[in-house]
């Protein structure tokens, strides 16, 4: 059966009148900010605190895209007789944007969680060349870092809380009085309970004295 002539146009205009009295699920951007999924990757936040400047990272980035400069640091003996040591101070640590694939490498094989997904995105610039951000950018956005989930109820515990917790409690084990001297509130209760005279205890007024036992 041949098509009857301006049946397309018509299915058209039914589709657009539908359309029309349907609510509008349009999200006005940036008037109306998007949901976005707890994972979502947007740009990578640093927290400085926890980098050794290991360069671990800068190594595995298969873009090269982040630049990590350092200097050396003698730190004195915390001991008398001790020997100094020497650490690694960061300098700077920047990632060029627009090199980045997102790929997430630098952030799973950092061993100290310095380095974290933000869901920010919004960081366009005019010039490609402002898309290089420093530390200090780095800093701002680990701020915006939504918090890790819950850990299932019936999970193992971390091996940092577990390795955290041992040494807490051998600190307080180690600064705890010795267990063979009596508290002091223990003494203090013991001061202040009365003493019984000998000749008036119990088991001694109880017993017969010698003597009696035949008078009776």
Known sequence: MAPIP???LAKGL???????TKKSVTAQYPDAQPDLPPRTR??????????TVCMLCARECPDWCIYIDSHKE????????????SRNVLDRFAIDFSLCMYCGICIEVCPFDALFWSPEFEYAETDIRDLTHER???????????APPALDPGAEEPKELATARKAA????AQQAPPATEPHAD????????????QGDSKQQ???PKPGQEGSE
Do not use: H, Y
């Open 186 to 197: 223990e003494q203090a209760r013991a001061a202040e309970q009365p003493t019984r005279p």
């Open 74 to 85: 003698t730190v004195p003996a915390a001991t008398p007789g001790g020997r100094e040591r």
């Open 42 to 51: 947007g740009v990578i936040g640093l927290f400085e605190e926890n980098c």
């Open 6 to 8: 301006g049946s397309g």
């Open 169 to 172: 409690d051998k600190l307080a």
């Open 14 to 20: 039914a589709v657009t009148l539908r359309t029309m």
């Open 205 to 207: 007024t109880d017993q």
């Open 136 to 146: 200090d950018k780095l800093r701002e956005w680990m701020w915006t870092v939504p």
